[in-house]
């Protein structure tokens, strides 16, 4: 009887040996889609499938086999010790392969989750970075109206002064007629110098003037080109120390080249010929920074205490309007300047800005003032 069951048992050998090479087959196709991308959730999760369906598949055969064997061999009561192990094997891999499934089901549903969850943080980015420009063009729009005031109210005195003394002048002074045409094209003179400054008071920004990305070590050098002429015929040395790395932050690139224009055309003005003015650019703890330092005079004590107020200055006819300026743009780019002097040692400006518009915080006290 047992040899009757031959054909029978041969067609079992047969599909369990065809059952383990399409298995393996399927588990070599999955390794080469799960390298191809190892990341991709679908392909781990073949991987996984493959690999449980061909643990079953390979102890299912065995199991079969060995069976086959015993019971031709005449050893069938050796097989009903073995047969508990065995179906405790294919039993854990039916296990094996559900718990693959309902995993990367699991997994699957998380992922689609965090796929709607990225396009919303997406659109929410991209309304930050549309009010993030609005906020840029009114800080912009501020800065040039409160410079445009500033000199304004400079202006309008002197102007004002002007005019009333030539009032005074042209009533007393009868003697020819000579002399009453000059007088009214003074006059003619002041009258327009009061309507340029009216026309200060009422300024509206017309040109939106916006941040953008832009990279300090460009923006200095090219600062440094402008005032090289004037350094070269005062007699000064100016030297360069630019980071190897790239600084790059979000601002307006006219306005902090106005900035350190200023800033080095005053350690120009304070230095003495054969002097020398060191411009380093780096990475600072909040962000980048450009340091002016010169080996000149240095300021006193109590100069330095005032040099960010508005029209305050030690140089006769000058309006003071200068750093009280450097210190409002490098403010309105979220920045700090940082000064420190000390007499017959030289003075050190630093510039700090921000690799990211809100990273520092708008410094509204008195800049730090440490003696170098």
Known sequence: MTWSLLPIWLVDLVGAIVMV?????????ARDIYHRDPEHPLANYLLWLSGAIFAFSLSRS????????????????????????????????????ASVTLFFHRMQTIMNR???????????????????????????DRTRTEMALRIAHEVRNPALI?????????????ECAANQEYFQKVLEEAR????????FETVRPGQQLHFSPQELNGL???????????????????????????????????????????????????????????????????????????????IPGEVLEHVFEPFYSTKKGETG?????????????????????????????????PTHLGELEVQTGDTADAPG
């Open 21 to 29: 090479v399409l298995s393996g087959l399927c588990l070599h196709l």
């Open 62 to 97: 065995v199991g079969h086999i060995v069976r086959h064997i015993l019971e031709l061999a005449g050893l069938g009561s050796w097989w009903k010790t073995l047969e508990p192990i065995s179906g405790s094997i294919n039993s854990i891999t039916f296990v094996v392969i």
């Open 114 to 140: 965090m796929a709607r969850d990225r396009q919303r943080i997406e659109k929410t980015s991209q309304e930050l970075l549309r009010l993030n420009r609005d906020m840029e063009t009114i800080v912009a």
């Open 162 to 174: 002007i005019g009333g003394l030539v009032k005074r002048i042209a009533r007393t002074i009868e």
């Open 192 to 199: 327009r110098l009061e309507a340029l400054v009216e026309k």
């Open 220 to 298: 200095v050098e090219e600062t440094l080109e402008i005032v090289q002429p004037e350094a070269d015929d005062k007699g000064l040395v100016l030297l360069l120390d630019r980071s190897p790395a790239s600084l790059a932050f979000q601002g307006n690139q006219h306005l902090i080249k106005m900035a350190i224009l200023h800033v080095l055309r005053n350690a120009i003005e304070a230095c003495r010929r054969g002097d020398t003015i060191q411009v380093a650019t780096d990475f600072a703890p909040r962000g980048i920074m450009v340091r002016i330092k010169d080996n000149g005079p240095g």
């Open 321 to 353: 309007l200068g750093l009280s300026h450097v210190k409002q743009i490098i403010e309105e780019h979220l920045g700090n300047v940082e000064i420190a002097s000390r007499p017959e040692e030289g003075t050190e400006v630093v510039i700090t800005l």
